[in-house]
């Protein structure tokens, strides 16, 4: 049996009794849907082995090739199954860890992302560093045998829910832009960390501020050495733009398809101009298809090229036109929430939280300047 079908199988199979209803949980702008379902979920999946599949054997893993890793992505999405809460751990950190970490590192951090035990947050932007992420002016220094850290981090996605969190923060006294800067594993819920919810256009809090007031963690909690957080920094982000989101067009048919029937219900679809965006809108998710299939051949010959950028500028331009369409197509009802008890639809909420696509991950601009500069090889 190959893994796509194991995994098909497998899924057909757990999301039945108290996961049956978790289907379609926690999509986008609907993360605060069933959270401790969702973690519940979450452990399931890690007990059968179906988190982490890239990694190694020894902490969890499966060894899986990338190609079966996305038909992993794919079948999880057309099964309907509940978004990851598990996903900064296992898409993020753990590859950092796993490349970059000491052995006791990996022993320590990778079995609890696998299992789903411990959730993760990423502590890089703040208020004047986000896409000049050089700007961190969060400081930390040796304090007896801690990291003591002292600082404020925005938009830290999902930290009311972390156990801990990846802070990139300046260690060298006097030091700017890349250099002095090291990356810390800080656990929350400690004295030291306030975490204040940030309403989003959705009307819930995906994201959050967090205040580092004295926090503290064990001075072992760094990766690499002090100085050396830039160059993880960015490991980290290559990964945020890769192998991840390569199964991904799949969900992103489901809603296609949702759309395409709200427009059947109101006569959307008989508008021409309408029409001629749902066609065009089908068409270039064939095409994000085709260049998720060129990536996953440039990712497995080695270095992740230009088609990771293209990719993450390609998709999330889609998707928030994809929202604009979803609006679109509801005609004046999707102007306003239904009756009491007044929630948006997920087509409301699709268009609403896809607003955020072209700015987390390096915003659209952010990825022009990088196939500009390193592919086109314009000047800076
Ligand atoms: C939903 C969501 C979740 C997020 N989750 C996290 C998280 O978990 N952890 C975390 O650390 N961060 C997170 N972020 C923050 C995200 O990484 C930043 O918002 C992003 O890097 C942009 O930074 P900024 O908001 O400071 O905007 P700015 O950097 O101030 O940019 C403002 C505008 O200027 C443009 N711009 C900036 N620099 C240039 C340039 N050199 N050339 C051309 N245009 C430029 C940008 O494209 C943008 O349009 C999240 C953001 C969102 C929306």
Redo the contacts with the bound molecule.
Sequence with gaps: MSLREEARAWLEENLTGEFAHARGLGGPGREHEGHDVRLAWERRLGEAGWTCLGWPEEYGGRDASLADQVAFHEEYARAAAPARVGHIGEGLIGPTILDHGTDEQKRRFLPPIQRGEELW?????EPDA???LAGVRTRAHLDGGDWVITGQ?V???LAHVADWCFVLARTEPGSTRHRGLSYLLVPMGRPGIEVRPIRQLTGTS??NEVFFDGARTAAANILGAPGDGWRIAMATLGYERGASTLGQQIGFRREFAEVVATARRTGAADDPVLRDRLVRSWLELEIMRLNALRTMTSLSAGEPGPEVSIGKLYWSEWHRRLGELAQAVQGRAGLVADGPPYELNDLQRLYLFSR?DT??A?????QR?IIAERTLGLPK
């Design positions: 947050c990423q502590g890089y932007s986000g896409s000049d981090k938009w830290t996605s995906e994201f955020a700015i987390y390096g915003s659209s601009e952010i300047n």
